[in-house]
C-alpha cells in the first residue's frame, strides 16, 4: 500500500527556512511496519540525505523521539497501521534546536537534566552499600514506574511551559529529581531547594501534555505535584519556630 509522509526538512548550514516534504512510499500490507522503518525506506529509496536519529529500535534508547501526525512518540514503536489513512506528517520534537531534517541537538536536554544534579549523592558517604528498598515497600510504589524515563525528550516536547520559559528545567529533568527526592537513600535538602523556583517546579501549570504523551506511560506531572507538596511541608518546617529553636 502507497502511504504519503510530509516531513520536516531544515539544515541550519544551508537553509534559510524550513520546508515539507511530501514523499510517496510503498510499505506493503503495512500490518508490522514502524514509521521508523518508512523513514528508511523514504531514505535508502527517495533522498539519502533525510536525516533522523534512532538506535536501539526497541523503544529502549529514547533516540527516535519525533512528532508523529502532531503528537511526541517513538518512530520505531509507532506503527503506520495506527495512524489512518492519511498523509502522515513528521517533525522533530519542539523545543530543542536542530541539527537537521528530524535530528534535534540533545545537548539542550542533557544541560537542562544538569540543572538538578541528576545522579544519586549518598545520604550516608561512609555506607559501603546501599540500603534496600523493597518492592513492594510505600516509598518504592510512590516512586512507581516514574525510573523507567528513557530520556526520549517527548516530555519536554509536548510542554508548552518550555515555549514560554526554555531555560526551565522541565518535565524529563523534574522527573529525574522526584525519583532522587523520593529516595530515602538520597542526600535530601540541596537538590529540592534547587528546583524550588519559577524554572523549576513552579512553571509546572499541570496541564499533563508530558503525562500524555511519554512512551513509558510515566506520569512527570505526578512526580512534579510530589515535589510540590515536598517544598511545601519543607518550607512549613523551616517557618514552625519550635523546630527553628531546637535546631539553632
Ligand atoms: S518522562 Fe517519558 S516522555 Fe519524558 S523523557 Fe522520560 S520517557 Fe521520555
Ligand atoms: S530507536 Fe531506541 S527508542 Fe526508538
Request: hydrophobic residues 35%; aromatic residues 8%.
Amino acid at each position: 500500500m502507497i502511504y504519503t509522509f510530509k516531513i520536516f526538512r531544515f539544515d541550519p548550514k544551508k537553509d534559510r527556512e524550513p520546508c515539507q516534504q511530501e514523499f510517496s512510499v510503498d510499505l506493503g500490507d503495512a500490518e508490522k511496519v514502524t514509521v521508523l522503518d518508512a523513514l528508511f525506506k523514504i531514505q535508502q529509496t527517495k533522498d539519502k540525505t533525510l536525516s533522523f536519529r534512532y538506535s536501539c529500535r526497541l523503544a529502549m534508547c529514547g533516540s527516535c523521539a519525533l512528532v508523529i501526525n502532531g503528537k511526541e512518540g517513538l518512530a520505531c514503536k509507532t506503527l503506520i497501521k495506527d495512524l489512518g489513512s492519511g498523509t502522515i506528517s513528521l517533525g522533530p520534537l519542539r523545543h530543542i534546536p536542530i541539527v537537521k531534517d528530524l535530528t534535534v541537538d540533545l545537548k539542550s536536554l542533557i544541560n537542562r537534566l544538569k540543572k538538578m544534579e541528576p545522579y544519586f549523592i549518598p545520604r550516608s558517604p561512609a555506607a559501603t552499600e546501599p540500603a534496600i528498598i523493597k518492592p513492594t515497600s510505600r516509598e518504592r510504589k510512590i516512586i512507581g514506574l516514574n525510573t523507567e524515563c528513557i530520556a526520549c525528550g517527548s516530555c519536554v516536547s509536548a510542554c508548552t511551559m518550555m515555549h514560554w520559559a526554555p531555560e526551565s528545567i522541565g518535565p524529563m529533568g523534574l522527573n529525574r529529581a522526584f525519583c532522587l527526592i523520593a529516595d530515602s537513600r538520597d542526600l535530601p535538602g540541596r537538590r529540592l531547594m534547587g528546583i524550588a523556583d519559577e524554572n523549576g517546579v513552579y512553571r509546572c501549570h499541570m496541564e499533563f501534555n508530558c503525562t500524555d504523551v511519554c512512551p513509558k506511560h510515566i506520569s512527570p506531572t505526578r512526580g512534579i505535584h510530589y515535589l510540590k507538596r515536598q517544598i511545601f511541608w519543607q518550607g512549613l518546617k523551616n517557618l514552625n519556630p519550635f523546630r527553628r529553636g531546637r535546631n539553632e
